[in-house]
Nanobody, 125 residues
């Protein structure tokens, strides 16, 4: 049973920073893709960032480029999302996801096999 557990969400003022973590258990961490997604109330889920686990190739939504950084720690089976210069429009539930497939394709279609429960990020103006 693959489990993904997010942590690190919270409330912050605009311009502030947060770091999200996603710990993966019972997952063949060395292959495939992991990513961060978010969903705000009344909006569709959207891709934020993804990382190909073998190559460390990263992918970002245009809205977060230059502000967010995705990374991984293989030894800890953990993925991170460092979020800087946060804006009120970044407010959403953030989910991590994992899939053994091709990262650029999965990030584009949001078709990931495993999902976490989500962690709330709230940015106030």
């Amino acid at each position: 049973q693959v489990q993904l557990v997010e942590s690190g969400g919270g409330s912050v003022q605009a311009g502030g920073s947060l770091r999200l973590s996603c710990a993966a258990s019972e997952y063949t961490y060395s292959r495939g893709c992991m990513g961060w997604f978010r969903q705000a109330p009344g909006k569709e889920r959207e891709g934020v960032a993804a990382i190909a686990l073998r190559s460390d190739t990263t992918y970002y939504a245009d809205s977060v480029k230059g502000r967010f950084t995705i990374s991984q720690d293989n030894a800890k089976n953990t993925m991170y999302l460092q979020m800087n210069s946060l804006k009120p429009e970044d407010t959403a539930m953030y989910y991590c996801a994992a899939d053994p497939g091709v990262c650029w394709s999965r990030f584009r279609t949001l078709e990931f096999a495993y999902w976490g429960q989500g962690t709330q990020v709230t940015v106030s103006s």
